[in-house]
């Protein structure tokens, strides 16, 4: 089966764990603080902004908490968004408002989200599409107008900028994943950013039990290095030496990711691009830069159901994201009117794209494809 999404781990990266393992602190180390630093220097941030977590949904979740947002406040996100986004809304008792997408980017608009602006609209929790950027400059205008936080849920764009800036370090918050299915992967974990270095520090502590404490190690040797204060309540979510190993060597590879990454999609582009019935993704200004995690497809006249279980009887994996927000029941918004994430429901299929596609599974994929 040819996957639609799939890591590349080598030898590089096993030998990074085996010097973790010889070190025998496999724990939150040095070397996380060393992948902090380093990532925050690719997107173009320090590490005064940027803290790791052991996976991007406890990003969402902080976000609530950093922003208190509570019972009564709403909070707008857009219809087709990852579902740990309607989870950190809910779960802390605010009400999810979601906005339409633009049927063809899938993502939200500055219209969309100012359709469902009400007075006690506290934030807006943007998902960019595949680590396609939302149109920023009209949204942060938008939030400034009425005094918005924006969260930023760039997951798969890791290497997405808008207009020159990082994704995820446009608004007040911003997260990446680097879960096993996305670019950089280290295993779980991810990272996020906070414009007010006051909020990271806050942050730090939420997601390590609350406590304000240094390893014993680091305090001087007049003091009790057991003892602990704890500042707020907390828990634990926190990455370790084990992940910090596997993201520095992923790190080094992005580059030769992203040339893979783009040539896969140019390809796809060239050799899709005169099948009448296939509507391929569409082009990106040049002020957006993508980290090419999906390539979206849509069949306006054609049963996409079909289309998939083709592909899948000839073992190629597709997918479709994300299940729109106001089509599931616990989510409470089934009201809703969404017809831009409607049409891309029912039409939009997500082809296979990473950085070890060989030649010959492109080639494959494109055949089976036309075939159809």
């Known amino acids: 089966m040819i996957n639609i999404m799939q890591p590349s781990l080598g030898e590089e990266e096993l030998s990074r764990l085996r010097e973790v393992f010889a070190s025998n602190w496999i724990g939150k180390g040095m070397l996380l603080t060393k992948f902090e630093e380093e990532f925050a220097a690719h997107v173009g941030s320090t590490r005064e902004h940027i803290l790791t977590t052991n996976c991007c949904t406890e ?167 057991w003892e602990f204060d704890v500042e707020c309540y907390g828990h634990r979510a926190i990455m370790n030496n084990i992940g910090a190993a596997l993201g520095l060597e992923q790190l080094k590879k992005l580059p030769m990711f992203m040339e893979r990454r783009a040539y896969v999609h140019e390809t796809y582009n060239q050799e899709l691009k005169n099948i009448d019935w296939l509507v391929l993704p569409p082009a990106l200004p040049d002020y957006v830069e993508t980290s090419y995690y999906f390539y979206h497809v849509q069949l306006p006249d054609r049963d996409r159901d079909a289309f998939a279980r083709f592909l899948r009887e000839n073992n190629i994996y597709t997918t479709y994201r994300y299940f729109p927000f106001h089509r599931v029941p616990g989510f409470h918004c089934l009201e809703a009117e969404c017809p831009g994430a409607d049409y891309a429901t029912d039409h939009t299929l997500c082809l296979p794209i990473h950085q070890s596609l060989s030649e010959s599974d492109v080639a494959y994929i494109i055949e089976t494809i036309k075939k159809f």
């Open 59 to 225: 990003g969402l979740f902080a976000s609530m908490y950093l922003f208190d947002i509570k019972q009564g406040d709403e909070v707008i996100c857009g219809d087709l968004s990852f579902v740990g986004v309607g989870n950190a809304i809910l779960n802390c008792g605010a009400k999810m408002v979601i906005c339409d997408v633009d049927p063809r980017t899938l993502n939200p608009t500055a219209e969309t989200i100012e359709r469902v602006i009400t007075p006690r609209t506290k934030a807006i929790l943007l998902s960019h599409y595949g680590g396609i950027a939302c149109e920023m400059d009209e949204i942060m205008a938008l939030a400034k107008a009425h005094n918005l936080y924006v969260i930023e849920d760039a997951a798969p764009g890791v290497c997405s900028k808008y207009k020159g800036k990082a994704l995820g370090t446009i608004g007040d918050m911003g997260m990446w994943s680097f879960d096993a299915m996305k670019i950089l992967v280290t295993g779980d974990g991810a990272a996020i950013y906070l414009k007010d270095p006051m909020l990271r520090n806050k942050c730090d502590k939420w997601f390590y039990f609350g406590m304000n404490v240094k390893s014993g190690s680091e305090n001087s040797v007049a003091q009790k290095w």
